[in-house]
T-cell receptor
């Protein structure tokens, strides 16, 4: 069966510090991978998605970046965090983009102080 | 523009029925999705509608009217474990999901 894991689960970082969130999928190959951010009272905001190794699409201009160094690994990074980067970050995968049935990781709660 | 509206919060009684509505305005339509999200956890898929009408799955069902840009998610025989947020999402023509802010459902004994 397929599983998805992301870490760390919680993170408290000072403004201006770097960030690295990791996500891995097991039990499938060539998944479509997504990074979302969820802010209180707002819908999930798509940050990045990837249809293959090294292929990253950015949906929202910001100080975050994403990389896919391996087929089932998706990394969200920042060189310098802002206060507004605080939120609940979710990694997700689906086998077919058209299906709309996303499978989410456990989530990473980031607090920037 | 893109807009998805759903009530912020609803309260219902254990054993009762509750209907959560969602209206949408999006660029294109490739399906309507409902997800459940318990506090502090990730969303999980509940249902999918692409044609008008009712889709039933156990105690849960979802109704879609594309002409009205409207969907309902119906939960019957409510249980305490159904306390969660319910997220409405629309898939646009480019296969991206546009998400509502979610409806927090509070169930009282």
């Amino acid at each position: 069966s397929q599983t998805i894991h992301q870490w760390p689960a919680t993170l408290v970082q000072p403004v201006g510090s770097p960030l690295s969130l990791e996500c891995t999928v097991e039990g499938t190959s060539n998944p479509n991978l997504y990074w979302y951010r969820q802010a209180a009272g707002r819908g999930l905001q798509l940050l990045f998605y990837s249809v293959g190794i090294g292929q990253i699409s950015s949906e929202v201009p910001q100080n975050l970046s994403a990389s896919r160094p391996q087929d089932r690994q998706f990394i969200l990074s920042s060189k310098k965090l802002l206060l507004s980067d605080s939120g609940f970050y979710l990694c997700a995968w689906t086998q077919q983009r058209e299906s709309g049935e996303l499978f989410f990781g456990e989530g990473s709660r980031l607090t920037v102080l | 523009g893109q807009n998805i509206d759903q009530p912020t919060e609803m309260t219902a009684t254990e054993g009762a029925i509750v209907q959560i509505n969602c209206t949408y305005q999006t660029s294109g339509f490739n399906g309507l999705f409902w997800y459940q999200q318990h506090a502090g956890e990730a969303p999980t898929f509940l249902s999918y509608n692409v044609l008008d009408g009712l889709e039933e799955k156990g105690r849960f069902s979802s109704f879609l009217s594309r002409s009205k840009g409207y969907t309902d998610h119906l939960l019957k025989e409510l249980q305490m474990k159904d306390s969660a947020s319910y997220l409405c999402a629309v898939m646009e023509s480019n296969y991206q999901l546009i998400w509502g802010a979610g409806t927090k459902l509070i169930i009282k004994p």
